[in-house]
């Protein structure tokens, strides 16, 4: 490989990268939901309630997490 060809390669390994990585964040959303979705009975009101807000925390997490990781694969372009 020739060395000018090098970063037409990198650019194309990032064009992949970014063409997968919602895909990727999306996939490993669902089976962290999956584990998540487990329910407990009887639980009173003011559990529910901390429950609602530590998945909203959590949901506004894995969000900024994404797109962090987006606009790093954007800058690296």
Same mark, same amino acid.
């Given at each position: 490989?020739?060395?000018?060809?090098?970063?037409?390669?990198? &650019?194309?390994?990032?064009?992949?990268?970014?063409?997968?990585?919602?895909?990727?964040?999306?996939?490993?959303?669902?089976? &962290?939901?999956?584990?998540?979705?487990?329910?407990?009975?009887?639980?009173?009101?003011?559990?529910?309630?901390?429950?609602?807000?530590?998945?909203?925390?959590?949901?506004?997490?894995?969000?900024?997490?994404?797109?962090?990781?987006?606009? &790093?694969?954007?800058?690296?372009?």
């Amino acid at each position: 490989m020739m060395d000018d060809e090098l970063p037409d390669t990198v &650019k194309k390994c990032l064009d992949i990268l970014e063409e997968n990585v919602e895909i990727l964040a999306n996939m490993e959303h669902e089976l &962290k939901d999956e584990k998540e979705d487990e329910l407990t009975p009887n639980m009173e009101l003011h559990q529910l309630y901390d429950m609602t807000e530590d998945v909203t925390e959590s949901s506004k997490l894995k969000r900024a997490e994404f797109n962090l990781m987006q606009r &790093k694969s954007e800058d690296s372009l």
